[in-house]
């Protein structure tokens, strides 16, 4: 197949349960769906969730520059991964250079398993099936009181057997209270993860990671600033719960370096700051050497396949903040995401619903 050109198109979403973080909220999901056009009329199709609106306009701008600089060259997702990063690396890998080549890459992937009429978990070597996962759609930093009727509801979603809270209330005491609200809600055979989304410094973190460190939680996650692997090493090696870092790894090397300097037990990369599907098997030879189990963060269509081809897989991250615009999302059935039996990626756009949420930048 040859590429023909990208499209990129800014859509606006509004989140169910919005986004309370210490570190911000968030109601309005900015969404970029990507369309990549091949000159064999197959058209590959993914998305980047940059997090800040006003983000979108240099991301369609850069995807538009790869269009350009791309066009009439043959659809081999490793080479336009290595070609794409190449033609900006002069302005740095992190950041919006390796998120834009990760919305190419991802739609590149599923052009080429349309192309192949297999789904791409099949076409990657794996097989059709489902993928544990945990429900991540809400339990922010709410009143302790509501916590626990919403731990009850995210749990029913999907019949999970595992939700994310997260912590870093003003008051410890107040994490503790929505923590207990939540087990009373959901009893113990629960699986419960705890994010800290960055809030705290390295003071704060041992002393609240050590108050948690007894409560039976999977992990606890980014306590600390992404980048402070020589905090993350002294945290490693303080808890006996398993630390948990990726989301703002730009690409396979900063998991090797996190790795490679104790910083965390497991690791969740983002696929499009990893780099998409290209990046995340780099990241996944990387975490399977080390035999550190690898879990997904946002991005659950394309997390499903990758994870059944992934040596260490762990658990997938399930939001579906996406769903409006997909004609038909991802089911979950007992806290398992099922993939459909459908080429490539098997996600198609709701034109009549996006058109609805586009947006001018």
């Given at each position: 197949?040859?590429?023909?050109?990208?499209?990129?198109?800014?859509?606006?979403?509004?989140?169910?349960?919005?986004?309370?973080?210490?570190?911000?909220?968030?109601?309005?999901?900015?969404?970029?769906?990507?369309?990549?056009?091949?000159?064999?009329?197959?058209?590959?199709?993914?998305?980047?969730?940059?997090?800040?609106?006003?983000?979108?306009?240099?991301?369609?701008?850069?995807?538009?520059?790869?269009?350009?600089?791309?066009?009439?060259?043959?659809?081999?997702?490793?080479?336009?991964?290595?070609?794409?990063?190449?033609?900006?690396?002069?302005?740095?890998?992190?950041?919006?250079?390796?998120?834009?080549?990760?919305?190419?890459?991802?739609?590149?992937?599923?052009?080429?398993?349309?192309?192949?009429?297999?789904?791409?978990?099949?076409?990657?070597?794996?097989?059709?099936?489902?993928?544990?996962?945990?429900?991540?759609?809400?339990?922010?930093?709410?009143?302790?009181?509501?916590?626990?009727?919403?731990?009850?509801?995210?749990?029913?979603?999907?019949?999970?057997?595992?939700?994310?809270?997260?912590?870093?209330?003003?008051?410890?005491?107040?994490?503790?209270?929505?923590?207990?609200?939540?087990?009373?809600?959901?009893?113990?055979?629960?699986?419960?993860?705890?994010?800290?989304?960055?809030?705290?410094?390295?003071?704060?973190?041992?002393?609240?990671?050590?108050?948690?460190?007894?409560?039976?939680?999977?992990?606890?996650?980014?306590?600390?600033?992404?980048?402070?692997?020589?905090?993350?090493?002294?945290?490693?090696?303080?808890?006996?719960?398993?630390?948990?870092?990726?989301?703002?790894?730009?690409?396979?090397?900063?998991?090797?370096?996190?790795?490679?300097?104790?910083?965390?037990?497991?690791?969740?990369?983002?696929?499009?700051?990893?780099?998409?599907?290209?990046?995340?098997?780099?990241?996944?030879?990387?975490?399977?050497?080390?035999?550190?189990?690898?879990?997904?963060?946002?991005?659950?269509e394309v997390g499903a396949h990758v994870m059944r081809v992934?040596?260490?897989?762990?658990?997938?991250?399930?939001?579906?903040?996406?769903?409006?615009?997909?004609?038909?999302?991802y089911a979950v059935r007992d806290g398992q995401v099922v993939?459909?039996?459908?080429?490539?990626?098997?996600?198609?756009?709701?034109?009549?619903?996006?058109r609805s949420v586009l947006v001018d930048l």
């Amino acid at each position: 197949m040859t590429l023909e050109r990208i499209d990129a198109r800014p859509v606006l979403l509004k989140l169910n349960r919005p986004i309370r973080a210490r570190i911000g909220g968030v109601s309005d999901w900015p969404v970029i769906l990507i369309d990549l056009h091949t000159r064999e009329g197959i058209v590959g199709r993914s998305y980047l969730e940059p997090y800040l609106p006003n983000a979108m306009r240099y991301l369609i701008a850069m995807l538009k520059d790869l269009s350009d600089a791309l066009k009439g060259r043959p659809v081999a997702p490793a080479d336009l991964y290595i070609i794409a990063r190449k033609s900006l690396h002069i302005v740095g890998y992190p950041g919006l250079s390796t998120i834009a080549v990760a919305g190419l890459d991802m739609a590149a992937w599923d052009a080429l398993a349309k192309s192949a009429e297999l789904p791409l978990c099949t076409f990657l070597g794996g097989s059709i099936g489902t993928v544990p996962a945990y429900n991540s759609n809400g339990l922010w930093l709410i009143a302790p009181e509501a916590a626990e009727e919403e731990a009850c509801r995210l749990r029913e979603e999907g019949n999970f057997s595992a939700l994310k809270m997260r912590m870093g209330r003003a008051h410890l005491r107040d994490d503790l209270a929505a923590f207990e609200a939540v087990r009373r809600g959901v009893g113990e055979d629960i699986h419960l993860m705890v994010d800290f989304n960055q809030c705290l410094g390295i003071g704060d973190a041992l002393l609240r990671c050590r108050a948690v460190d007894e409560l039976g939680f999977e992990w606890i996650e980014e306590p600390l600033l992404y980048d402070n692997f020589d905090g993350y090493a002294k945290l490693c090696d303080a808890l006996r719960t398993p630390l948990q870092l990726g989301e703002n790894f730009y690409g396979p090397l900063d998991l090797h370096r996190a790795l490679q300097m104790n910083a965390c037990d497991l690791v969740m990369p983002d696929f499009m700051r990893i780099g998409g599907v290209t990046g995340w098997m780099r990241a996944a030879g990387i975490a399977g050497a080390a035999g550190v189990p690898m879990s997904t963060h946002f991005y659950p269509e394309v997390g499903a396949h990758v994870m059944r081809v992934t040596e260490t897989a762990h658990w997938l991250e399930w939001i579906d903040w996406v769903n409006p615009v997909l004609q038909k999302p991802y089911a979950v059935r007992d806290g398992q995401v099922v993939i459909p039996d459908a080429p490539g990626l098997g996600i198609d756009w709701d034109e009549d619903f996006v058109r609805s949420v586009l947006v001018d930048l």
